[in-house]
């Protein structure tokens, strides 16, 4: 629906800067919206790997003229790592509005 490729889910995965650029890219055309916001992560308490552990987040905003992305790694319990997700995902949003604002 949002337009992930399947080659890159099976290259680099769900948890991965590839993969929310793409999903915020498609949330924007799809929503037919200026600004979109996608994560992907492992929020825990299982799921983690040695490369990809748990608290692994990556954030994508879409804008109208880049997308940013950012990865994080939190170390704490779901509902925190959760918060602190979306946290940061309004906070790139908002920078990058101000940033596009100027142009």
């Known amino acids: 629906m949002l337009g992930v490729k399947a080659e890159t889910l099976d290259t680099v995965g769900a948890v991965s800067e590839e993969t929310v650029i793409e999903m915020a890219q498609g949330v924007k055309k799809l929503a037919h919206a200026d600004y979109a916001i996608a994560t992907s992560g492992i929020a825990g ?13 990556w954030i994508a905003v879409a804008g109208k003229y ?23 995902a309004y906070s790139m949003l908002w920078n990058l509005y101000v940033k596009e604002k100027e142009k």
């Open 66 to 88: 880049e997308t940013v992305t950012r990865l994080f790694h939190f170390r704490n319990d779901r509902s925190i790592n959760i918060e602190r997700t979306v946290a940061n």
């Open 45 to 57: 308490p299982g799921g983690g790997t040695p490369d990809k552990p748990v608290g692994t987040v």
